[in-house]
Every structure is written in structure tokens, then in C-alpha cells.
């Protein structure tokens, strides 16, 4: 789909209203969220996670059929996957974890089948988002959550047997590490799982040793804090923008608390360049640009700590991200950390993705955190 092109740029309600209209165009109709409909790497695909964002986006500015379809599909999914995800917590419960390739893959097809080419596949967050922006839209709209029951004990015993294992990250990296955004997903979705009543008095019980688990590792100086911040995984001292959204949007650590303030900071001071965010200072895709998705989520942060006018700057930045059209790319080139590594990536997959619902869903997210999403609901 491309947006209309305007005279002038849309303003950020415009914007935040096409980006609802672009994602809904684009949604499959058996409820899967396209990461990218162009991109050579991600064209295809639906990443739980990834569409977990996405589907809070469009729950909050109204368009509840938009993200109950894509629960739909993720709940199609999960019980398609019943008999694995028992052997995986039998095999775990026996002290005899099954390979990281045995374990459920991050993305899958819009029809919902695992896809054929490699890919870095073995990571858990995805699982903690979808129950999380289940139980957020529950919340929200006061729909009947029963028919995601089986999907949501599916999550719940899958992550109860597996939420302390090291796996990839957001960014598909760094697989040998238990990474603090991944532990905060997790965290999020065991506790909405809980919330929504949903489950019986055993798994219960369960997600709620598991959630507490988890946060207490995240939180522990010296694990998942370190120097009184978040850090990137545990036992690191660097940072990754992703904790925006554990101190922000997902409320795993409140935003306004000491240790919300100071992975704030840390990510202004460490991975911010004016507006634009960058995922960590290592990072070399596309030459490691700035992603106005990132910049989002660290406004929802910086909202839910009180400071409104530095997260409509970063909205505002984000928004100036769109091309003539109105399409939002993954990254930017404005600042980049590693100019020389951008031809490989482009020689590998093509010039950056645009538009990425991610980074739409976003801005949407944003502006409805502001107020800023005039014209936007459905």
C-alpha cells in the first residue's frame, strides 16, 4: 500500500491515522502482521513479537477487530504446536532441556508454518509480548478473553519451563546471553496471563513464581542492574534501547522509580543522538543508523516519568522519518555508528525496510500515550 502523497507532510495526528489505515491495508487476512511488505528478508513473515506491538497499537487507538485477528492467529499457531511445546516442558521438567533448534521459532509465515530458510530463530520475548498486549487489550476493551484460553496456558507452560535460558535478542543477537528486554517481556506477559483469570489454580501459581522470578533477576545489581541501571543482559554494563521498553510501555519497572530514571539517562546519554535512538554502540546493521521505533519507545518512557515535552520531541523526530508518502523505514542513516558496514547489508538484503509496520505501530503507540491521535480511532 502507499500513502497518499501530499503537498506538505502530514502533520503527527495525520501520520499516526494513515500509519492505522497503512497497517490495517496491509494485514493478512488470516490476522498475521507483515513485518515489512517489501523487504527481501522479512517479506512473508510474522514475528510474535514484532506483531504483539504492533496489535497494542491499533488496540489502542481503537481498532480492536485489527488486533484480535492477529490474536487469533498467534492462538492458531500455539495450539497447532501443542504436542511440541508439551515434549519441550516434559523435557525440560526431566532436567534434559531439548536443543535450542528444538524450541518454538520467533517468526512464522502468515499461514503459520515455520519458514524454510535460516534464520537466527530460538528467542522468548515473543512469547511474553503476545500475552502482554493480550491482557492489555482485555483490559482495555473489556472483551471476553476465553477464546485464547488454550493459547494462553500454551504460553504460560512453555515459558514457565524456559524463561531462564539464554536465546537471542530483539535483534536476533548474541544468543549465548539471558538479555534483560527479553526477561521483561517475559515478565509482562506472565503477569497479564495471571490477570486476565484465565488460568487454573496450578499454572497460576506457576506464572506467577515465574514472573517473579524473572523480575527479581532483572532487577538484582550485578544481574540484569548494574551502576543502578538496566543492563543490556546480565551480568553486562552496557545498555540496549530496547529497555525502553521494560521501564516504559511494558511497566515492568515503573518509569518514575530510581531504577526507571536511571536506564533513562543512560539511554539518552549512551545511545541518543538529538532525537534519533540507536540499539546499542556495537551495532553494525545497516551501518547501525537510529530507528524511530526506538526513539517511540523511549518517549513512552520519558511519558510515563512526567517528562511530556522530551517525548513529543522524540515523536516528533520519529515522524520525520516518513518519506514523501508517509512511510516509515526501520533505521535511518543520519547518524551512523558504522558507515563502512552499510554496503554489505544493502549488497545482502536491499536498501533498509520501509515501510516497517514496527516503526508505524510505534508512532501510533506514541501518539496516543500524548494524546496526540486526533482522527486516529477507529
Known amino acids: 500500500m502507499t500513502l497518499p502523497v501530499t503537498d506538505r507532510r502530514p502533520s503527527i495526528p495525520e501520520l499516526a491515522g494513515r ?24 517479506a512473508g513473515y510474522s514475528w510474535f513479537r514484532d506483531g ?13 477487530e485489527s488486533a484480535e485477528r492477529f490474536f487469533d492467529w498467534c492462538a492458531g499457531v500455539l ?22 533448534a528444538g524450541m518454538l521459532a520467533t517468526r512464522f509465515t502468515f499461514e503459520g508454518r515455520e519458514g524454510d530458510d535460516e534464520w537466527w530463530d530460538f528467542q522468548l520475548d515473543g512469547y511474553g509480548t503476545w500475552l502482554w498486549a493480550l491482557g492489555e487489550h482485555v483490559r482495555r476493551h473489556g472483551v471476553d478473553a ?32 539471558v538479555h534483560v ?25 506457576a506464572a506467577g513464581a515465574a514472573e517473579r522470578a524473572a523480575l527479581a533477576r532483572l532487577i538484582a545489581e550485578g544481574e540484569g542492574a548494574v551502576g543502578g541501571h538496566l543492563a543490556k543482559w ?14 516504559g510501555l511494558l511497566g515492568v519497572v515503573p518509569a518514575a522509580s530510581p531504577l526507571g530514571r ?13 532525537e534519533g535512538v540507536h540499539r546499542y554502540l556495537d551495532d553494525t546493521f545497516y551501518g547501525g543508523g537510529q530507528w524511530p521505533l526506538l526513539s517511540c519507545f523511549l518517549g513512552i518512557a520519558h ?44 549488497e545482502r538484503w536491499g536498501p533498509v525496510a520501509q515501510p516497517l509496520l514496527w516503526s508505524h505501530a510505534m508512532l501510533l503507540r506514541l501518539a496516543v500515550e500524548l494524546g496526540d491521535d486526533e482522527g486516529v480511532h477507529a
Open 181 to 205: 528486554s527479553t526477561l521483561g517481556c517475559i515478565a509482562a506477559g506472565l503477569r497479564e496471563a495471571v490477570a486476565l483469570g484465565a488460568l487454573d489454580a496450578v499454572r497460576t501459581e
Open 262 to 274: 536511571a536506564t533513562i539517562e543512560r539511554l539518552e546519554s549512551e545511545l541518543t543522538v538529538g
Open 234 to 247: 546480565l551480568g553486562s554494563d552496557a545498555v540496549d534501547a530496547s529497555l525502553g521498553a521494560v521501564v
Open 79 to 100: 495450539e497447532a504446536r501443542a504436542d511440541r511445546i508439551a515434549e519441550i516442558v516434559a523435557a525440560a521438567e526431566a532436567g534434559t532441556p531439548v536443543p535450542d
Open 303 to 346: 511519558a510515563r516519568a512526567g517528562d511530556l515535552g522530551r517525548a513529543r520531541e522524540l515523536l516528533g523526530w520519529a515522524a520525520s522519518t516518513a518519506d514523501a508518502d508517509g512511510a516509515m523505514p526501520e533505521q535511518v542513516g543520519r547518524h551512523l555508528l558504522a558507515p563502512d558496514r552499510v554496503a554489505e547489508w544493502v
Open 146 to 177: 476465553s477464546r485464547w484460553r488454550r493459547a494462553v496456558e500454551l504460553s504460560v507452560d512453555y515459558l514457565v519451563a524456559s524463561w531462564d535460558r539464554p536465546c537471542f535478542d530483539w535483534w536476533e543477537e548474541h544468543a549465548q546471553h
Open 19 to 42: 500509519s492505522a489505515e497503512l497497517i490495517a491495508a496491509l494485514q493478512h487476512p488470516g490476522g498475521a502482521y507483515p513485518a515489512s511488505p517489501t523487504f527481501s528478508a522479512y
Open 52 to 64: 504483539a506491538f504492533i496489535a497494542d497499537g491499533m488496540s489502542a487507538a481503537g481498532h480492536a
